[in-house]
């Protein structure tokens, strides 16, 4: 079973768009949406509502910045501090373009920064872009296989 993608994306419009642009690069990696930090991390580490879900990481995490309850540097600051969670690949999805968003994320870890684009079509190719290369492409760390055993 192919790992999924877990989309941390409050936003209703910005989710929407990215299920889009990830439906559209025709990748069979399952989608997992949390709407804020907590649930992000409840699902992560396998607990609260998500205790009995399937063992195993996502193959990458795309995490807004600004999130409701716990934002996306502290869910990344947890991630990097968790020795299960910790290579697995986290790359910022955002629209903040201040600097000192982008020189914490990379200070905390981050696999990459995405300003998310205005344009439609700009997005969409980002979005499909990310989603090959860390699904499909990226070369994972020993041990962090690209499948998931199913229970």
């Known amino acids: 079973m192919l790992k999924p993608i877990l989309l941390v994306e409050d936003n209703p419009h910005d989710l929407e768009l990215?299920?889009?642009a990830l439906s559209k690069s025709q990748l069979a990696?399952?989608?997992?949406?949390?709407?804020?930090?907590?649930?992000?991390?409840?699902?992560?580490?396998?607990?609260?509502?998500?205790?009995?879900?399937?063992?195993?990481?996502?193959?990458?995490?795309?995490l807004d910045l600004k999130l409701p309850k716990v934002d996306g540097l502290e869910v990344l600051k947890?991630?990097?501090a968790t020795p299960t969670l910790r290579s697995m690949p986290v790359v910022m999805l955002t629209?903040?373009?201040?600097?000192?968003d982008l020189v914490r994320s990379y200070e905390l870890g981050v696999n990459a920064y995405v300003?998310?684009?205005v344009d439609f079509t700009e997005f969409v190719r980002a979005i499909a872009d990310?989603?090959?290369?860390?699904?499909?492409?990226?070369?994972?760390?020993?041990g962090s296989l690209r499948y998931i055993k199913p229970h």
Do not use: H, M
């Not at 930090?37 to 063992?55: F, I, T, V």
């Not at 629209?95 to 000192?100: A, D, G, L």
């Open 18 to 20: 990215t299920l889009i």
């Open 29 to 62: 990696n399952q989608v997992v949406i949390c709407r804020d930090g907590a649930e992000a991390l409840d699902y992560l580490l396998a607990q609260g509502e998500y205790a009995g879900r399937s063992a195993g990481n996502p193959a990458v995490v795309l």
């Open 78 to 80: 947890t991630v990097r």
């Open 95 to 100: 629209s903040s373009k201040e600097e000192q």
């Open 115 to 117: 300003v998310k684009p």
């Open 130 to 142: 990310l989603g090959i290369f860390w699904a499909v492409l990226n070369e994972p760390p020993p």
